[in-house]
Structures are given as structure tokens and as C-alpha cells.
């Protein structure tokens, strides 16, 4: 198959340091692989607990061609149940997200409870055995308000992710906020593209002027100045007089984001508290508050908590709203990518927060990245194009990412 | 080459009574496949007659790539002919309908008779045999007013359907009808998917609100209830009091479609006529006349005529009004449906009937049909969609349908 | 790989005089094997000269999905560069056109200077050597304000089509011309059909009123009738006797294009001057000059300069003006054309030549010409078309590009 010969050419010409040849951005046979080998095995971030509120609540949401319905069956349990009817094969629900008792197809009728068990089916002659003839349904976890599905058979261990993860998310209070802005964006881009794009901040002083302002990351780890380090070491410091031994005190008191994935180690996720700049109590594009208080927070000195979850979901969470980036692949050449803006469910728009100062900075940021993502995918397409070289002090998270990506890819 | 693998795992893993699997329905090397197969072998309806009604009148259609004219020749002969100049390729017409007396290319002027023989070429170099430079010819036949094509080199006997369908078509006079309306549609799903949709009535109770109250085969034949069955029984006795022993008996006495196709005898047409609901003169929203008689009906007693013919045409017809529906596969996820309303000649809209009320029935219906067929589509690409169960009871028609397209594919 | 099957197939079916099959112009493998064997090794005309006055002007294109930057150095050169930074693959620039001291590449400030040489580069491990990550350079060549490039490791010769039509186009004046105006289509048809429509003018009477009461080319070699070859002879011997010897003597004394391409000797270019019809001082729709006289013109009696350099140039040049018509191929089935018309530098829009009339013959018969391609187009895809017999008398030039086409493919 085609793909073999793909493959086996990356792994072949891979350098750790270097990136990848244009086709692993364009090939159709590759990206089938890389649907099977990471869209259909990982877990992938799908939609928010507080989404889900009463028993029936569901949204569906499309996975590298698969339609999934996420659904909240009792207060305590939430179910995930491919879209796919098993009779002939109709979507169940052409609608986004909705509430209902019972899933019926509407092609002939077949009836579905919450837990994608099949209650009615007319027609169907009695040797069939009902049982068999549910919703398939996908594996589920939820993680502090998170809610991840994987289609997979034996999915990978989500235990060291919601270890890790968890506590440190746990204060934010996603499972009892509320959305207050959405955002879909149709990135003509393959999904690694944008991963490269996340994995460093090299690219942030001419592409992100608001983003910089509120965040340090745009040095790299041995080539912050001092005075800087300093800076950064008072706010740590004065965080952790307040914040010190709990899940909000700032523990990265260097720029730099940390070294993520790790490939020898198979670690897919990360999470770190950072500081903000000073006079910036949140990721806004003054410094100012854009909507009250949120999960725990009681006040503005707790910087911002970030979190990385491959291959779909990244996430910063500030005092006052949290924002959180879901990528779904669309072929080899495009990739959805759905931007959520959470505040604490009894903040009111108009009265608490403005919308337009709520998303301003990572409304602006998530557009400039899309720019630039496209921008590259249009030049890998060029027989001209050859891998290039990364930078250690400033790269070194591509470099991380693609070495777990081949890594992945060698089975 | 890739559709023998597609192919050979098709015929291995088909299950008489399942349906087929997912990419049966997706992959583009099947789909050439079936172009080859079916679309490329069989008799394929593409006109009416009464749409030629003049030597020099044509029509252009397109059928799986191939661009054809169907062209009267004289008031005995139609012909059918490739629409490509045998010089450089060109299109000879990009008109849909037209009248002529020689086409002519518009490139280089070569220029053929209604017969399709090269009658002048510019240019041409006199060692050619212009007897072999004609428009390719596609086999034609005529069937009480419906016009077939075969781009085969040998087509098909035509013989058995002739025999068969002709004699109950004939009254319908659809030779000297004309067109009151016609719609193209543009189905987002696999040809297959139109048929397995339309040879079921499973689905017709939630998604046909108009058709059922029409017509009686909502019910399955063991299902049917004994007062149903007793209500078929004596509209059909009051018909064949008057036309018994003649092609307007409704011989049709039975709930359910009858049988169709037959694998084993290589049937692929059905014909037959069904009693409509009491109260209904014909297949209308209120059951009453939308136009005057058309053909040699002069009475409302006769139900509706039923004919299918594979690959694609299905027609009702009706003692004031015929409709047919004709398939053009265009690609593997997506059809197109031509919708055509015929009534007697010397009908005259706005004073002999109301165009809305004469298309309201079957315009609901075909387009709901397109609404379920696009969603079924769209669940078949999923990753989880396996074969499902057909019911014996309901769904014999799908069965066969799919059995006798299992066997054409093995060969 | 596909590739290689269509290649064998065309190579063993392919009979001198007759056109191609229709899948050569529509097989995607083909295609691609189209690029690297034409598109990726031959010169290709992508600019003007007179686009490019100021060192720093570039312009950009894109052939067959390579994005390449032209721009001027200084006074005497030119460079080619592509548009793919080699760091991660972004395009450099997204300008059509523009001027810069340095091109920085958006995503992470890379600066090469106009020679490509990378000049900063921000983060960069100092072991890598900056001397191998500057932008790829291509070849470049200018004829007579014409600008080719070639991504080919070891291009062509192009000294041959330098001595042969350099001369003979210095004259018209297009280093120091301007661009008036410039169309830019897109032709749903593979690259051939737009060239074999370009080799014959077979059609022209048909297709073209306008342009055929400018030339006498509508005549083959053989069929010209004696009093058209005397009136052709008449004007060339009024032009001899005041051009005789210089590059605006009129060579082309008979009907017909001259013989093009070559085969056997690989010749890829041609070029002559042919006369213009009595009363029409050039191309327009009336015969009356359109503009001031352009290059070294001085008179009206020098008929026009026809250039055509495989596989995307063809040009007409009259006393007034120029046109030239540039191609790059989109993919199996498209086309992209630019036409652009050029005049002395000094004339003003309005004052000097009105823009509709400049551009009136040249508009109209490239729109013409993309209509009848795009039938041919159409056509092609029919499984019923079969080579054609192509014209010796009429359409040589075209068994001559096919006979060209095909040997390239061998090899």
C-alpha cells in the first residue's frame, strides 16, 4: 500500500533536529495512516462536562470522518456512541448538540437509549439478536470538566494524564462553568502543521504583539537576559508566600515552555503554571480582569496554567476565563480547529464580562497562528522544499514533537 | 489494480440478508467499477420519446462520463449517439435539448447527419475512410414511450423487458404525452444507496407523510392487518369487474412490493399495478385528479402502474399524470435524479391543471428520499459501520437488490 | 507506479498523425509525470523584464506548484529564487508583485538577501552553516525583455533559442516597454489542449472573426489559393525593399505556420515574421494602430513577430504593441493563462491608446480559444472517444507537438 512506501521513506530519511519532508504534510496515503495511527487510537478531546448538564444532553462532534455523539446518561456518567446507525447506516443525529430521551434514526425508526442499547427496531426479524445492535460505542474519560473519547479497541492508558493533569486543572472549574464563546476555524493546514506552530514561541514577537505583551515565552531557556529572569523569579516568588504547596502556585519560574512530548517515555500531555507579566492579572490585551473570578481563583496572582494534550487539545487557563483549542483533522490539507472560551457559570454577559474584551487576545492569536500555519502548508507543497533545520534553543519542542511523531509512525 | 482487492473482499465477506460494508459506497475504485460493470453494460433509460417529437429533435444526457444524443431521425427511428467528435474529442453540442438537421461541430466543422455519419470535414486528408469516422453509436430501444441506451458493445437482451413491461406500460400513452415538469436533483450518495432506498417502504410511515396516505404498502405481507388486506381485496374486485383480462387490472392484490430483482433469473425490471387507498383517483396530496386522463384511461378505477428497471429508472403512473425518475451516477458519492411529471398532450397548464398540485406528491417524496439517502450516505463513512441486518420482512427488496449486485460483480 | 502503466500504454499505442488517447489528458498520474518531465526540467517564461525596473522589484509565480520569486539585483541581473523559506517551509511572501531590500519570511523572521543568501536568522544553532540555507535558487534567463526560468538541476541549452528568436524579437522594444493591461484565466483543459489549439488554424474561420481579418493564416500551405499567395508576396516585397536584411524583414512569404516543434533536432522554439492582411497596420479589430509604436519601430508595413517557445509561451508582436500568453499548468484538467499586453513606455492610457481598443483582437480570441478547449476538455473524458486522424495538411503542427510530446515522454 501506498503509505508503506511513505513511511518507510520518513523513517528512513528522519534526523532528530530536522523537519520533516514536504509530502508528510500532503500525501492522502499518509494522512489514512496517520488517521489510523493517531486519530483512532489516541484520546481526543471532544467537548466540555458543562456542555452536558442534564441527563440527555448531547453534542456530536466529527473525528477524522467519524461522527460521535457525547451524552450525559445520569448525573455521575457520560457515554460516548458512534453517530452510525447499525441497521443501514444513516447518521442518528444530523444535529450539533441537542436533548433528548432516546436517540431514534430517522431513516426506519430504530430506537437507542442513552446508553446506545437498542429499544425499538421495526421490521427487524426476531432471530436477530438485539443485543448486538446497539450504537457502537467509543471509550470515554472525562478530566477535571474535559471530556476525551477514543474509538480505538484498547485505547492507551488515560491514567498518567489525569495523574498529572488533573490536579493542577481541578481549580479552574470547567465542569461548572459555562461556554461563553465559540469560534470554528477551517485551517487549510495539516494538523501537525499546527502542532509545530504550538510548539514554540520563536515565532510570537512579530506574529502575536498581544499575545507577548501578557506572556514571557518568547525567550528561549539560555537566552533570557537576567534582568528578566529576575523579573520572572518576583512573581513566582511572591505567588508562592500566597499559593505555595497548592495546585496554583507558579512552578515554572523559567521561560520557555517545557520539554514536550517525550518520546523515549511516551508521554503525550503537559501542564504547567506560568507567570504572566507584570501588571497582566490575566490574558487580556490590557492586563485587566475580563470577567469575574472562575473555579477557585480568588485572585489574579496565580499567572496562567497551560495544558497540552496530543494530538487534539491545548488550553490556558487564567483567573477570569479559561480558552481551550480542539483540532480536528479534515484531510490531509485542512484541519478544523474549535476555540472555546469558558467563564464561571454565574458570570453574565453585559453585566459581568464584555464578549469582545473576553476573546480579544486569543481570538487575535489563534487568527495569526492560522495565518502563518497556512502560509507554511502552502510551501510544503514546493519540490523546492527540503527538511530545514531546528533550533535547540528555541525549537527544541518541534524537534520533540516530530521525534515522537516518528516515532509513532515506526509502530 | 485497486478495485480487485475492493472487489474480492466484497464478494468474500458478503452475507445474504446483511448489508454491504461501508466502502462499497465510497471507494472511487469501485466506483469505476460499477461504471464498467453496470452502467457501461446495461440498458440505461435516458429520455421520452414525446421529448422527440420532430425528425431533428435530440437531447443530450450524460451518463457516468459519457456524453450522449438521443436523436429522431424520422418518424420511425430515434438513434443514440457518443457526443464526442471522432477528430480531436471536442463536445459536438453543449445544448441539454435542441432541433437540428446535421450536427456540427463547432471546432474544426465536421459535420454528421442525424445518422451520426461524417458528412463534410474540413481538412481532411483524403486517405481516410470517412465510413469509419462517424459519431460512435450506442444501441437504442424504444419501450411505450421511454427511451433505453446501451453503450455496450452487446448489450443485454432487451427482449424480456420489452415482453414484459411493454404491453401494461402501453396505455399510459406516454408515446403521445408531454412533459409538464421536471426537476434535477444532485444526491449526495452512492447510486446503491437510491435503490436500497427505493425498494423498501420501511421507512415511508415517518418520512412520507403525503405518499402513505395514497398508497398501502406501508404494510409488510405477513404483517399487513386482515382488514387491510379485505380493503385491497375489494378495490381490486370493483376494477376487475370493468377491466379484468385487460392491462388496467390490478393484479397487484397483495400488500408489499412483489419480488425484484431476481438474482438467479437475471430479472432486472418489475412492472406491476397496485390498488391506490380508497377515496384517492390518483397518487395526489387529497387523492383527487390533478389533471385530465392521459393514454387510454378514462376512469379513476385503475390504481397506479408500477415499473422499475435497473440501473435506473423507476416510474409511477397514474390514470391523469406519469412520473419517472431517472439516475445518473456521478462519482461514488453522488447521484443525480432527474424528476419528470408527463400528463396527456393536449393538457393545458393553468386551464387543464395546476402545476403545483400536479407535482406536490412526488416532488415531497423524491426530495424527502434524498434527505434519508444523504444521510445514510454520510453514516457510511464512518470507521464504525459494519453490515447490518436487513429484515425479511420489510426489507426483501434490499436483499435482493443487494444479492443480484453482489452476483453482476463477481461476474 | 501509475505512472509508468499510462506511459507504456500511450508509448505502444501512439500512431504519428493521430491525436492521443483521451486519458493523457486527464489521468492524474500522467500528469504529475507531466511536471517533472516538462515543467520541471524546460525554461519557462514567467515575467517581464519591464516588470523588474528598480533593483529590489520581484515578481512571483507559480508553476505546477512551485512558487518562484523573480527579481532584479541590480542593473544587470536577475534572479530566480523560490518562495519556500528553508527553515520550515513558509512562503516567504504571499505579494504578486512588490519591492523589497530583503525578503524576511513572516513566520520566523529569516532574512535572506536579493541574492537568496541568508543574512539573519533568528535562534539558529551556530553550528548549522548559513551558506546552505538560502533561499534554492533556479535558473534564469532573459531574451529580449523576456524572463525564463528552469527548475532543473542541469537545464537545457538555451543558447538556440537565444540566437534564434533573440534577434529577431530585440526590436520590439519589451526591456524598455510597459504592461498595459493583463488578463489572468483559468481554462478548464490539460496544458496540450491549450498547445494543440495554439498549432493549427484549422478552426480559426469558425472561431475567430475577428483575428482572421488581420491574418492570412487561416490557409493551409497547399490550399492557398494562387491570388492570396500573390497578395502575400506583394506585401513582403514592399517591405524588403525598405527592411530587407534587418530583423523587420518579413521572411514568411507563404500561408501556414512554419513547421513546430522539431522532433528529431529538439527544437522546442519558433519565431517569424509574417504579413499582416492589406489595411491592417496590426492585430486590431478595424486594422488601425491601437498605440504608439513601440521598440525600434518606425512604420506599419512590418507585419507581426510570432514567437512560440515550448511548453508555455506564445507571443504576437506588432508595431504597437505585444501580447504574450503565458501558461502553467493546475492540475490535470486546468489551466491557468496570463495574457499581457505590452506598449512603448511612454504611452499614456487615455492619451495615447485607449484600452479597449488595445486589447479588443487578443481578448476575443483567447476567449474563444479557452471556449473550444474546454469542449475538447469535455469531450476527452468520454470512454467513447478513440485517436483521431489529425489534418496534414492543416494541423502538421499539431502531429508535431504530439510527436514531440511523446518522444519526451520516452525518454
Known amino acids: ?15 532528530e533536529g530536522w523537519t520533516l519532508p514536504g509530502r508528510a504534510y500532503t500525501e492522502p496515503a499518509l ?35 467519524d461522527s460521535l455523539l457525547v451524552v ?15 441497521h443501514r447506516g444513516s447518521i442518528v443525529t444530523e ?20 446508553k446506545g442499547r437498542l429499544r425499538a427496531a421495526p421490521g427487524l426479524d426476531a432471530r436477530h439478536d438485539r443485543a448486538d445492535l446497539g450504537l457502537r460505542r467509543a471509550h470515554v474519560r472525562e478530566l477535571a470538566g474535559l471530556i476525551f473519547v477514543s474509538t480505538a479497541e484498547n485505547p492507551t492508558d488515560f491514567g498518567p494524564v489525569a495523574a498529572t493533569v488533573g490536579p493542577m486543572l481541578q481549580p479552574q472549574g470547567l465542569a461548572g462553568a459555562r461556554i461563553a464563546h465559540s469560534e470554528e476555524y477551517v485551517v487549510e493546514a495539516n494538523w501537525k502543521v499546527l502542532w509545530e506552530n504550538h510548539a514554540e514561541c520563536l515565532h510570537c514577537v512579530s506574529n502575536h504583539p498581544e499575545y507577548v505583551k501578557a506572556n514571557f515565552d518568547r525567550f528561549g531557556p539560555n537566552t533570557t537576559p537576567p534582568h528578566v529572569n529576575a523579573r520572572i523569579a518576583a512573581i513566582a516568588e511572591a505567588n508562592r508566600l500566597r499559593w505555595g504547596g497548592t495546585a496554583l502556585e507558579i512552578e515554572q519560574v523559567t521561560t520557555g515552555f517545557p520539554s514536550f512530548p517525550d518520546r523515549e517515555e511516551g508521554r503525550w500531555y503537559g501542564c504547567e503554571r506560568t507567570a504572566l507579566v507584570e501588571g497582566w492579572a490575566t490574558e487580556s490585551v490590557d492586563g485587566r480582569l475580563v470577567a469575574p473570578y472562575m473555579g477557585e481563583y480568588s485572585s489574579y496572582d496565580v499567572g496562567t496554567l497551560r495544558v497540552r494534550v ?40 453585559g453585566a459581568d464580562y464584555d464578549r469582545e474584551r473576553l476573546v480579544a487576545i486569543w481570538k487575535a492569536t489563534s487568527e495569526q497562528d492560522w495565518l502563518v500555519c497556512r502560509r507554511q502548508q502552502a510551501g510544503l507543497s514546493s519540490s523546492a522544499y527540503r527538511p530545514g533545520p531546528l533550533s535547540e534553543e528555541s525549537e527544541y519542542n518541534v524537534i520533540r514533537f516530530l521525534s515522537w511523531y516518528v516515532k509513532r509512525l515506526g509502530g
Open 1 to 15: 500500500m501506498d503509505w508503506n512506501v511513505t513511511v518507510g521513506e520518513l523513517l528512513r530519511d528522519y534526523r
Open 31 to 65: 494522512y489514512e495512516h496517520d488517521v489510523s495511527t493517531f486519530w483512532r487510537k489516541d484520546w481526543i478531546f471532544v467537548a466540555h462536562l458543562c456542555e452536558l448538564r442534564q441527563p440527555g444532553d448531547f453534542v456530536a462532534v466529527e473525528v477524522a470522518g
Open 72 to 86: 450525559r446518561q445520569d448525573g455521575a456518567t457520560v457515554a460516548a456512541l458512534h453517530n452510525v446507525c447499525p
Open 95 to 114: 444535529q450539533r448538540a441537542g436533548h433528548c430521551r432516546r436517540f431514534v434514526c430517522p431513516y426506519h425508526q430504530w430506537t437507542f437509549d442513552l
Open 310 to 349: 496530543l494530538p487534539n487539545l491545548w488550553l490556558h487557563g487564567n483567573c477570569d476565563y479559561a480558552v481551550t483549542t480542539a483540532l480536528f483533522p479534515d484531510g490531509p490539507t485542512r484541519t478544523r480547529a474549535r476555540v472555546t472560551w469558558l467563564v464561571a457559570a454565574a458570570a453574565q454577559e
